[in-house]
Structures are given as structure tokens and as C-alpha cells.
């Protein structure tokens, strides 16, 4: 079973960028599709994007278009989100999960995730 670990978070201004690290261990995730999710505080937790495992097909949700780009680098075992032009709403705790339903189906076992804060 694969352990996934985010990293990446911080407190950022609005229109700023972080780059968000989804490292797996335990086995390869070069064979998994993964996904990025978002919990706010008091809202449920959202899709974000999601990668293929070939890296040649994403599927973000409509309020990403533009801003966030989901990548991975195989060889690393590792999925990247790079976010620019943050806003204030993108404030929420960010998880990365194993997709078992493309696009956004996680598998739902769900780390600690990485606080990311958008504020001036």
C-alpha cells in the first residue's frame, strides 16, 4: 500500500503561487492515477485536479482553469499542483489521494494534508 505525504503549504498574498509536493512511499505510484482535494474551514472536502499515471491527461475542477497546473515526475514518485494567482478562497488544507475513479473518485485515505493561506 502506498503512503502518499504532502508538503509544500504556506501563507501566501493574493495573486501569489506555491508549489504543493505529493511524495509516495511504500510503492511506485507510476501505475496510479492521483488527485489533488481541498478541505476549507466548515466546508467539505473538493476535488482540485487530477493527473493521469502516463502524465498526458489532467481534469481539474471549474474554479482551477488557468491557475493551477497538476504534474508528475515518476522517476521521484511524486505529484506536484503549482498554483498561481492565489485568492482568498483558495484557503483550505490540501490532500493528495489515489483516484480509483477518474476523474475525481479518491480512494479516501487521507493524510495529514499541507495548510495553504491566502491572505493580505
Known amino acids: 500500500q502506498v503512503h502518499l505525504v504532502e508538503s509544500g503549504g504556506g501563507q501566501v498574498q493574493p495573486g501569489g503561487s506555491l508549489r504543493l509536493s505529493c511524495a509516495g512511499s511504500?510503492?511506485?505510484?507510476?501505475?496510479?492515477?492521483v488527485g489533488w482535494f481541498r478541505q476549507a474551514p466548515g466546508k467539505e472536502r473538493e476535488f482540485v485536479e487530477s493527473i493521469s499515471w502516463s502524465n498526458r491527461t489532467t481534469y481539474y475542477a471549474p474554479f482551477v482553469k488557468g491557475r493551477f497546473t497538476i504534474s508528475r515526475v515518476n522517476a521521484r514518485n511524486t505529484v506536484y499542483l503549482q498554483m498561481t494567482n492565489l485568492r482568498l478562497e483558495d484557503t483550505a488544507i490540501y490532500y493528495c489521494d489515489i483516484v480509483t475513479r477518474w476523474p475525481s473518485g479518491s480512494q479516501g485515505s487521507w493524510g495529514q494534508g499541507t495548510q495553504v493561506t491566502v491572505s493580505s
Open positions: 511504500g510503492r511506485t505510484l507510476g501505475r496510479d492515477f
